[in-house]
């Protein structure tokens, strides 16, 4: 089996026993693999309050960055792992620009990392078609879109945009009267 792994590194996919990609993961970083377990914050209620908790983006999966030279067989019997995704009797590889790519989905961003957007706080957009524009935050909608009031053509326009893509107005930024 050895025969069919690639000489070069690459990103490839776990298969995790049910319920134990946090498993996995730890036991997976602790023998000094390197090793991707993509999650994104999402809104939950628990007892009755809701509360932020980190989610797997692929529950029951992680990726792991593995070369020729790498010992592939304590994987398997590393606990939480269940087995390497195989297509065509080879390991399953993902590409760096899909890991890539999916790094950057999960971070958390600069909004979300100190108060909640309030209603009427202003916003630039940093990313997407409607990048160098301004406008004013109204509400959210899940954990990862909010919908923004916008003066684009002479007219208020309300859209939706992902989180992701606005950053708050910097207080130096701001004319205060």
């Not at 690459?10 to 023998?31: I, T």
Request: net charge negative; hydrophobic share 30%.
């Amino acid at each position: 089996m050895p025969g069919l792994y690639s000489e070069r590194s690459q990103w490839y996919l776990l298969q995790c026993k049910p319920h134990q990609d946090d498993r996995a993961h730890v036991n997976l970083l602790q023998q000094n693999y390197v090793v991707f377990h993509p999650q994104l914050m999402s809104e939950r209620v628990i007892r009755g309050r809701p509360q932020s908790v980190r989610e797997s983006l692929f529950p029951g999966y992680l990726f792991i960055h593995l070369g020729g030279n790498d010992n592939w067989s304590p994987i398997r019997s590393t606990r939480g792992v269940s087995r390497i995704v195989e297509f065509n009797h080879g390991p399953a590889t993902v590409s760096e620009d899909v890991i890539e790519h999916l790094r950057g989905r999960c971070e958390i961003p600069e909004s979300q990392n100190n108060e909640p957007l309030k209603p009427g706080e202003q916003l630039n957009i940093v990313r997407g078609p409607l990048s160098s524009l301004e406008g004013v935050f109204l509400s959210s909608q899940g954990s990862e879109r909010v919908v923004i009031l916008l003066q684009f053509l002479n007219r208020d326009q309300t859209i939706c945009v992902p989180l992701s893509d606005l950053e708050r107005q910097h207080p130096s930024l701001q004319i205060n009267n």
